[in-house]
């Protein structure tokens, strides 16, 4: 079993900033990608950052030059710094990875639990 836990989600004024880290523990041969995600109450889950181990990086528009994504390939962690916070980020954000178990396995999607984000105005 694969298990991601996040950490370092919490309560931040409008123009802060927070780091969010997740760890990817358990059987892990390799993982070629991790991302952030979020989803707000009755919307589907849409994708903040990406990583892949190689280090190529994509974002959502709307965090284009405020969020930052890095990932740790020897330690399995990957790291949302956010910065310039608006109320319109205020959501729950969870951790992907796309992981391999073996090295014949297909690539599965794990997920972690979610850590809640707030910004006030």
């Known amino acids: 079993q694969v298990q991601l836990v996040e950490s370092g989600g919490g309560l931040v004024q409008a123009g802060g900033s927070l780091r969010l880290s997740c760890a990817a523990s358990g059987s892990i041969f390799s993982i070629d990608a991790m991302g952030w995600y979020r989803q707000a109450p009755g919307k589907q889950r849409e994708l903040v950052a990406r990583?892949?181990?190689?280090?190529?990086?994509n974002y959502a528009d709307s965090v284009k030059g405020r969020f930052t994504i890095s990932m740790d390939n020897a330690k399995n962690m990957v790291y949302l710094q956010m910065n310039s916070l608006k109320p319109e980020d205020t959501n729950v954000y969870y951790c992907?990875?796309?992981?391999?178990?073996?090295?014949?396995?297909?690539?599965?999607?794990?997920w972690g639990q979610g850590t809640q984000v707030t910004v006030s105005s």
């Open positions: 992907n990875g796309k992981v391999r178990i073996n090295f014949y396995s297909a690539l599965y999607d794990y």
């Open positions: 990583i892949t181990s190689g280090g190529s990086t």
